[in-house]
């Protein structure tokens, strides 16, 4: 009767304890998805502290104002002419350029009407045995550099923002065809686990 009653209870405690994991599984996306933004959105909102103004304010406001600027500064003659001015300025800036210029082609590659993401390639890293990375085609010729033949890949690391750019011949890339852009980046940032048929599923 015991050894009984200890299986069963064994039983039990496993199932519960898969039942915690799959719970974890289920709301840790969640958690984290609704911590990152409660962070953005609490972080803009402490940036505009006024007495009187109610929380949340501050984060309506500033990204009222961003938006403003955005249109002003790509719609209007003045406008662009003061943005582009100013960042002439600061291009011509010694030690400040590399700054900006680092973070203005960080951004663009990523959003803006010139993303630099958007060649989906396929890159043979490696002949014997053969292995393939996905990666985005940055620079299609490298004979700027004094690398004639040559073609610059960016690839993503897995669960990462961050990557690397690697300098191969042209032979060792292919088009990632059927693949947008986002598919492939999703793909490279999953570490392959997301694929196009599932996101055809999902859609």
């Known amino acids: ?46 940036l505009v502290q006024v007495k009187g103004i109610p929380k949340g304010a501050g984060f309506i406001s500033i990204i009222g104002t961003v938006t403003l600027i955005g249109y002003l500064g790509t719609r209007f003659f003045i406008g662009k002419w003061i943005f582009d001015s100013f960042a002439s300025l600061l291009e011509h800036t010694p030690g400040v350029k590399y700054i900006y210029s680092s973070i203005r082609d960080v951004i663009k590659s990523f959003v803006g009407d010139k993303k630099r993401f958007n060649k989906p390639v396929w890159v043979c890293v490696n002949v014997n045995p053969e292995i393939w990375r996905i990666g985005f085609m940055t620079q299609k010729d490298m004979g700027h550099f004094g690398m004639e033949g040559k073609v610059a890949v960016y690839m993503p690391h897995a669960y990462a923002i961050s990557g690397w750019v690697i300098i191969t011949e042209s032979k060792n890339v292919k088009p990632a065809k059927d693949m947008t852009a986002g598919e492939a980046m999703k793909f490279a940032v999953s570490g392959g686990i997301t694929t196009v048929e599932e996101q055809d599923d999902a859609n």
């Open 1 to 46: 009767m015991i050894p009984c009653t200890f299986a069963a209870m064994r039983r039990f405690a496993a199932v519960l304890f898969r039942s915690f994991l799959q719970g974890l599984l289920l709301l840790s996306p969640i958690a984290i998805t609704g911590y990152v933004l409660f962070s953005i959105f609490t972080g803009v909102d402490n």
